[in-house]
């Protein structure tokens, strides 16, 4: 992101910030995105000036990343360092979801996890994940620290477990999303304010989709969730993956037109999208929605044809 973008952005978040919240809560907001509120600002009777005095000096990831939670359409994606805590246990590309379960239901945890995939979401499950000769604590707070987003199993027993309960505590402390399922309890203390999806009754699929489209419609994880399935979409090797991941990215409700954009500009990067008529059709729908010009295969040029060389 160039210098004077950058501004613009910072100028755009301080507005709607502005616009939606009083000092406090701007302060609490930005504690949680991980922004140093203790810095020294003017002494100034605005909080558009405030916040873009306290973004000042935030890494262009962090502007981004509240960028997109507060849904201001822009043309970047913010460029996450990976380390090995994320690449141990988290699918490359998919959205990290925490799973927090205890251990009476890791059976259906673990399914959880696998049907998950089919959303382009990795889900953690730390009997699952971590290695016997790991230090499992450590890879556990690792997998909290680099999570997108938590679900709680709630289950009884779940309110006792010292570790459940941490693990809650993180995701609420880091200010990311918890998605509780309520299988015989429902949700307590800081996550009493979610209504929770009943996962009574419910097949294992149908738990699936009920979190991929919380994800796709909150706004704390929307952005995330667009970016990864663009990404899907671009890296695709058969056209059922095109097509899979593209209905799942039309699906996100009010899907930000930056999405769409960054499609349209790296499709070329995709042989398969390009070669195959029914998934450039389903490209060129979404394109032709959004007001941007369709995406056409490069024509081979006179010196690529050579049907009347001799073999």
């Known amino acids: 992101m160039r210098r004077l973008e950058r501004i613009a952005l910072i100028d755009r978040v301080g507005r709607e910030l502005q616009a939606r919240m009083s000092y406090a809560d701007i302060e609490t907001y930005l504690k949680q995105c991980g922004v140093d509120i203790s810095k020294q600002t003017s002494n100034v009777n605005s909080k558009w000036v405030y916040v873009k005095e306290l973004l000042a000096e935030e890494p262009d990831e962090r502007v981004i990343e509240i960028a997109d939670e507060l849904e201001i359409d822009h043309g970047y994606v913010a460029q996450r ?3 090995a ?6 699918l490359s590309g998919h959205f990290k979801l925490f799973l927090s379960h205890i251990s009476s239901v890791r059976a259906k945890a673990a399914q959880l996890q696998k049907s998950l995939r089919g959303y382009g979401i990795s889900g953690f499950v730390a009997h699952e994940d971590i290695e016997p000769t790991k230090e499992w604590q450590k890879e556990i707070e ?3 620290m680099s999570m997108d987003a938590l679900v709680a ?9 010292n570790w459940t309960d941490q693990e809650v505590g993180v995701a609420v402390g880091r200010g990311v999303l918890v998605v509780p399922i309520r299988k015989g309890l429902d949700p307590y203390g800081f996550i009493a304010k979610y209504q929770g999806y009943l996962g009574d009754g419910k097949t294992v699929g149908d ?4 979190v991929f489209k919380i994800l796709a419609k909150n706004a704390k994880t929307k952005g995330k969730m667009g970016d990864v399935l663009v990404g899907l979409v671009l890296s695709a090797k058969t056209d059922e993956e095109v097509q899979r991941w593209l209905e799942l990215l039309k699906s996100i409700p009010g899907l930000p037109k930056r999405h769409v954009e960054r499609l349209q500009a790296n499709a070329g990067e995709n042989e398969v999208l390009l070669e195959s008529d029914s998934c450039l059709s389903s490209l060129n729908k979404l394109l032709e929605k959004y007001g941007l010009n369709a995406v056409t295969p490069a024509k081979p040029s006179p010196g690529d044809l050579d049907d009347d060389i001799p073999f």
């Open 142 to 144: 690792n997998a909290l």
């Open 153 to 161: 199993v709630l289950s009884p027993g779940f309110k006792e477990s």
């Open 207 to 210: 738990v699936a989709e009920a």
């Open 85 to 90: 805590a994320d690449t141990r246990f988290w």
């Open 81 to 83: 360092h990976v380390g």
